[in-house]
């Protein structure tokens, strides 16, 4: 199988192939990167593995929840080609590629809980609740947008592991969820390497749209809100 997947749902620009199980990936912080960086890692992919536009099975993108500019960026992208070559799109959560990041460098065991935390601007963060099974993040719970200090836990996973850059605001959490967690790791942002990852699975599991299908997910009901200075 060749797909390859994009990610800019956050400040990370990312662009991933994944060629027959082997992956290769570029990745940049650039929070006002995006634009300009995407298309060129996306060649740069390409012409490392002597590969085709034309060829690819497969386009994936992290679909949100995240930036909305970012998410457009991504959405449109990822549209154009789908439609150009024709082939498919598997949308995956940014939320649910962060969990999957979170078992691979946190070394997680199966039936160990992630709980993947965003910043979503507003005094809210995007929540995400996952178990580790077979190696990869299944949800447990529905993903939300909320304030911190109305985050929950699912009372039937235990031990607790916390991913993205939303753990800043864990002293706002209640103390349930703050003090359940046996670490946390800020640092995680999405990367397309981990959206190529579950797209894999996503395409075999029929999760596959048309290109006129692959839309952003926002979560919040407030797809225009007045930006604030120097913010998304």
């Given amino acids: 199988m060749k797909l390859l997947a994009l990610d800019t749902s956050s400040e990370g620009c990312s662009a991933a192939l994944l060629v027959d199980g082997e992956l290769s990936e570029r990745f940049e912080l650039a929070p006002r990167g995006h634009t300009r960086l995407l298309m060129p890692m996306v060649r740069e992919l390409l012409a490392e593995r002597q590969l085709a536009p034309a060829e690819l ?20 992208v990822v549209q154009g080609l789908a439609w150009g070559l024709d082939i498919p799109v ?15 460098t946190m070394d997680l065991g199966s ?48 031990p607790w592991h916390g991913a993205g850059q939303g753990w800043r605001f864990r002293d706002q959490m209640p103390a349930a969820v703050a003090e359940g967690m046996t670490d946390i790791d800020e640092s995680l942002v999405p990367r397309a390497a981990w959206v190529a990852r579950l797209a894999e699975v996503g395409y075999r599991d029929g999760q596959a749209v048309p290109a006129e299908r692959a839309q952003p997910v926002y979560i919040r009901d407030e797809v225009a809100w007045k930006k604030l200075p120097g913010r998304e």
Avoid: K
């Fill in 57 to 76: 099975d497969a386009l994936a993108f992290a679909c949100g929840p995240g930036s909305f500019t970012g998410l457009r960026i991504a959405t449109g």
């Fill in 90 to 104: 598997v949308p995956v959560s940014s939320l649910a590629s962060v969990a999957l990041g979170a078992i691979e």
């Fill in 111 to 158: 039936e160990q809980g992630i709980a993947v935390a965003f910043d979503a601007r507003m005094h809210e963060v995007y929540w995400g609740c996952f178990v580790c099974r077979d190696g990869r993040p299944v949800a447990v719970a529905d993903e939300r947008v909320c304030p911190p200090g109305l985050v929950t836990l699912p009372d039937s996973v235990s």
